[in-house]
């Protein structure tokens, strides 16, 4: 076997990428993960809010500004190649960094585009995922399979200015506030064909499917699902924590104009509204 065959089998091993959409419960997943001390999580490194390109080396934007001094195609001839050569670089970097058995990468649907030579027809399967295919690396889809209540669960913590409740924090979000109905559709709608999107293109990918509803329900579902988990990714299995608490109250509490959506949601064959009391 070639030296490069063998590296790139050690780094297979290695890295494994969680694709999510927002408020799927990504940070809730990646805290329960880490705290069985096998594998490490790097936050959304494609956000350059959440992690600063000029301190921070496992910045994306930051990488890809130094490694582009020395390799100029990356940004006046970005072919698939380029891309493909600037990409193993990244992911090396990265494992370079981090001494441990697993690293989990952080990567939103949002965020995928930045992978992308240029633009795509938003149809075609993304090189990130040919990319990992090619590799063989492990990919995480996480989804909530209610698209609403993470429409509606988005719209609270932009409303409240904060992203995320530790457990004996005092909540910032307001118990109970008045949506705009059409907008909270057709992002529930935006967000299902999304999910679809992704779902479908991962099909060919070494790939483990999980929902925020398996993770945050009962304690028998999630410790199931955890446990297979674990063993998609190969690291033992052992007690899992989190501090991270759901923000919002269920929606039927939280939305004043609930009536007024669920008839609207109802309209257009968006589900997971139960019936007003």
């Known amino acids: 076997m070639k030296t490069e065959d063998t590296a790139w089998n050690r780094i ?11 408020r799927s419960g990504s ?12 594998i490490v999580s790097l936050d959304e490194v494609c956000n350059f ?22 390799h100029p195609d990356l940004a006046v001839r970005p072919d698939a190649a380029v891309m493909n050569d600037f990409l193993d670089a990244y992911f090396v970097r990265l494992l370079e960094l981090i001494n441990q058995k697993k690293v989990l990468l952080d990567i939103k649907y949002g965020h995928v585009h930045n992978f992308e030579p240029g633009w795509w027809p938003s149809e075609m399967r993304p090189l990130l995922l040919r990319y990992l295919a090619r590799r063989n690396i492990r990919a995480v889809h996480l989804t909530r399979h209610n698209s609403m209540a993470a429409v509606l669960s988005a719209f609270a913590a932009e409303s409240a200015g904060v992203s995320h409740r530790r457990a004996g924090s005092e909540s910032a979000v307001r118990p109970r506030m008045r949506v705009p109905v059409p907008i909270m559709v057709q992002k529930a709608i935006t967000l299902h064909r999304e999910k679809e999107n992704f779902f479908g293109w991962l099909a060919g990918n070494r790939c483990f499917n999980l929902t925020y509803e398996e993770i945050s329900g009962a304690d028998s579902e999630r410790e199931r699902s955890l446990a297979r988990l674990c063993a998609f990714l190969e690291i033992r299995v052992c007690e899992f924590a989190s501090t991270l608490e759901k923000m919002t109250l269920p929606i039927r509490e939280l939305v004043e104009n609930y009536g007024e959506l669920r008839r609207v949601a109802t309209t257009f064959g968006v589900g997971g509204l139960p019936p007003t009391i």
């Open 27 to 38: 940070h809730y997943l990646a805290e329960m993960l880490v705290s069985g001390s096998e």
């Open 12 to 22: 297979a091993e290695r890295l494994v990428i969680l694709l999510s959409h927002e």
């Open 49 to 70: 809010d959440a992690v600063d390109p000029d301190k921070s080396r496992v910045s994306f934007f930051g990488f890809r500004r130094e490694w582009q001094t020395q």
